[in-house]
């Protein structure tokens, strides 16, 4: 559970999640900064500290540093710790969340007066007028789609040229996930889709997705793109690819999963 009644002492010992409007203090190895408080190479405000959990017994905390900074070289995109494994990603992820959620609920949005975070549970209360808030997470679909051997992969406006990945789409107010893949499909590509099959989930903190993602196989259509949403699509052999995600991420994880499921004939 996060804490945010927190006392920090200069000797306090923990691995560290500094977060600046969204991006994270990185040592000049690509690691979050560990050790004692006071031997941080910032000036921080110990009262802005919240308790993320622990890491083999290590205590991880999150400092949200609000001041304007001056040199960007130790600031970096929470996806740069992708390689360092899921358990410092997700903590990673989680802490750019949290702090996200503490600047932009400062203020109720019901009655216009100040929030304060409650200890039991992560959550903004206003003691004026009880209005509640928990951190927004945005539920995203992802789909591989598998055509005897080949998959469906698609180019947004947001990727540079040569980089593909399967299709993905938020969910809208109450719509299951298996609704929302089959309609991102359809509207991204034009293509009908059947069996879907779910794989897995990843945080994903840009700034507040969850991604779930699915398996699934063609049923009928060809492929008409979405205009200003995406670029290209095409149909790609599974042994012969363009430029994918990495396997550290959720959308390179199913479309390994389906490379290997067509090798093994399934």
Same mark, same amino acid.
């Given at each position: ?15 560290? &999640? ?31 500290? &919240? ?49 996200? $959620? ?6 109720? %949005?019901?009655? %216009?007066?100040? !929030? ?23 539920? &995203? ?21 040569? $980089? ?5 789409? $938020? ?14 499909? !359809? ?37 008409? &793109? ?9 149909? $790609? ?14 959308? %390179? ?14």
């Amino acid at each position: 559970m996060i804490k945010h009644s927190v006392k920090l002492t200069a000797d306090d010992s923990a691995l560290w &999640c500094i977060v600046n409007r969204g991006r994270l203090y990185l040592l000049p190895d690509g690691t979050l900064p560990q050790g004692p408080f006071a031997s941080l190479p910032l000036q921080l405000d110990p009262t802005k500290a &919240c308790l993320l959990g622990q890491i083999e017994q290590r205590s991880c905390y999150l400092i949200v540093h609000d001041d304007q900074i001056t040199d960007d070289a130790c600031w970096h995109n929470p996806r740069q710790l992708l390689m360092q494994g899921p358990v410092i990603f997700q903590l990673a992820a989680r802490a750019v969340q949290v702090a996200l $959620f503490m600047q932009t609920h400062r203020f109720c %949005g019901q009655c %216009g007066s100040a !929030m304060h975070l409650v200890n039991w549970e992560l959550a903004s209360l206003c003691h004026k007028c009880g209005h509640r808030c928990y951190p927004r997470i945005a539920p &995203c679909v992802l789909v591989g789609i598998r055509k005897q051997q080949q998959i469906l992969l698609a180019r947004s406006s947001r990727h540079k040229a040569g $980089f593909f990945s399967i299709l993905a789409g $938020f969910v809208e107010s109450a719509e299951t996930l298996e609704q929302a893949a089959v309609r991102e499909v !359809m509207e991204e590509v034009g293509i009908a889709i059947s069996n879907l099959q779910y794989v897995g989930s990843q945080p994903w903190p840009f700034p507040h997705s969850l991604m779930t993602g699915f398996i699934a196989d063609y049923v009928s259509g060809d492929i008409v &793109c979405q205009p200003q949403e995406i670029e290209e699509a095409a149909w $790609f052999d599974l042994d012969n690819l363009p430029s994918v995600p990495p396997a550290e991420t959720l959308s %390179g994880q199913i479309i390994l999963q389906l490379q290997q499921r067509a090798k093994s004939g399934q």
